[in-house]
């Protein structure tokens, strides 16, 4: 396996996992169910509204690190939030809570159920390990919800050392996150590749390691225009790491 390295730590949602690239679609079921109660707002402006304060909620690392363990909790925020930007802008009072809290709920049911795998994961996990590459998936969030989907889409044995971190206490871009992980598989940061979909903790945060940081574009958005974040590698297809395997 000249062209690859010993290691590769692995994030999961939306990098093994098509976790959150869903999100739109999901909402517009989820809205266009509840039209009658989100009325006289347009499931366009209410799906907007929630949108919009999603991004703010998770754009800070602070509020990030506080609402990913209570997902559910964060949903609920977030939908709350929404209707009450709708209502501060001139629109009607949002609907009772219960009404709003089911929405959120019925997101979330819709997200958990629809989570899969992104076409050629198992595969190349798999050849990956006949190759002899050591295999860490490195994934934060809470541990209950994140350990079901390690379980529901078996991925225990499929990785030399699972690191979630709603059990460690840790989490990337914590240092801490990507050191723990490579101490454990016995490799540093010249012999290890990062992968995953988060330009800061899967590309900045690594590089600040000397970790070959690759940007996974599992839907084909490309950088942000404005980006001034450069991964040494960019993928669209967890199959394409099987390249330099040649």
Do not use: C
Request: charged residues 25%.
């Amino acid at each position: 396996m000249p062209n690859l390295p010993r290691a590769i730590l692995l994030d999961l949602d939306d990098t093994i996992l098509s976790a959150f690239g869903q999100a739109p679609s999901q909402w517009q079921r989820v809205i266009a169910a509840h039209a009658d109660h989100v009325a006289p707002h347009t499931p366009e402006q209410v799906i907007e509204a929630i949108q919009t304060y999603s991004r703010y909620l998770w754009a800070d690392e602070g509020r990030h690190k506080d609402w990913r363990h209570r997902i559910g909790e964060a949903r609920r925020h977030i939908v709350t939030e929404a209707f009450a930007e709708l209502a501060s802008s001139g629109g009607p009072a949002p609907p009772d809570r219960d009404v709003v809290h089911a929405i959120a709920d019925r997101f979330n049911e819709i997200q958990e159920a629809e989570l899969r795998m992104f076409p050629g994961s198992h595969e190349t996990l798999d050849r990956l390990k006949e190759l002899g590459v050591k295999l860490a998936l490195v994934t934060n969030g809470a541990a209950a919800p994140q350990r079901k989907k390690v379980v529901r889409f078996a991925l225990e044995h499929r990785f030399d050392h699972i690191q979630i971190e709603g059990e460690h206490g840790f989490g990337k871009p914590e240092e801490q996150a990507y050191l723990h992980a490579m101490g454990t598989l016995g490799v540093g940061p010249k012999e290890t590749w990062m992968v995953g979909d988060n330009l800061e903790w899967e590309v900045v945060a690594p590089q600040r390691l000397g970790i070959f940081a690759i940007w996974y574009d599992g839907y084909g958005v490309g950088l942000p225009p404005d980006s001034t974040i450069r991964p040494d590698r960019i993928i669209r297809s967890l199959p394409e790491l099987l390249e330099d395997a040649a």
